[in-house]
């Protein structure tokens, strides 16, 4: 819950609205965040903290997708590519379908 909750007070630092912003904040942080979100758990978690913040947050939406395309980056490498899928199953098998499940989607797409 830590990892989830870390990474939507990181995704609401001021700036982050804007997509150059965020990316630039994620290459400065790069190495603490790819340390942090190291274990596969943790990389699931913080996609958790994404879903959490747009269900707070929807003017975050037209981010997300290049947000979790930004993170999975080979070099970033911040999360994988099996987090993402593992986690966009988890959300198809949710009964309330969440405002993210067709942003993920989109993602899962542009992966295969």
Do not use: C
Request: without cysteine; aromatic residues 8%.
């Amino acid at each position: 819950k830590v990892a989830t909750l870390l990474f939507v007070a990181f995704l609401r630092l001021p700036g982050n609205e804007e997509l150059d912003k965020l990316k630039k904040r994620i290459d400065d942080f790069n190495i603490l965040l790819m340390q942090y979100y190291l274990i596969p758990s943790a990389k699931y978690m913080l996609l958790e903290g994404i879903k959490i913040h747009l269900s707070s947050m929807p003017s975050f939406s037209p981010l997300v997708v290049d947000t979790i395309k930004y993170l999975v980056d080979d070099s970033r490498r911040i999360i994988s590519k099996k987090a993402i899928i593992d986690w966009y199953e988890d959300l198809m098998k949710d009964e309330e379908k969440s405002a993210i499940l067709p942003l993920a989607k989109e993602v899962v797409e542009a992966l295969m």
